[in-house]
């Protein structure tokens, strides 16, 4: 009876979770049907650094390639900055380093969606949970699709 029950659990279980899909999995494709190929935001990146006073990013994306990344108050984009924000600088990086976090690379990933388009409106990421300053925090504004 007992090995029964386990066998109807095991069952039970696998069914609801083929079937069933993550919260960023239901967004990304969300994301995936709007099917737009040219857009323009706000990239905020909050963190304890030093380029956070000059945020937020101006990013201009089309086709999946950064057409133009630039601090929206003029400033130049260091090297050492620019390569921390290309991770950053598409919705699909965007939902692809959210993933990895979700999946591991963080202890504790919060995330609010754009109920529209489906592309994450804001992620705080906390990477080592009794850490400090280790918190990311990701905040897209001004959303834009452009023709």
Known sequence: MRKLLYIVLTLALAA?????????ERN????QDANISHYRFNLFVGCFCVFTADMP???????GEVISMKYE???EIDATSR???EKYATIDRIFAELEADINGAAEEVVVTY??????????SIDFIKDAIDDELMLTISNFEELP
């Open 16 to 24: 609801c979770s083929l079937g069933g899909q993550t919260e960023i």
């Open 28 to 31: 990304r494709e969300k994301w």
């Open 57 to 63: 990013l101006a990013i201009e994306v089309q086709d």
């Open 73 to 75: 108050n003029g400033k």
């Open 83 to 85: 390569e921390l924000f």
């Open 114 to 123: 754009n109920y529209t388009y489906g592309f994450p409106e804001q992620a």
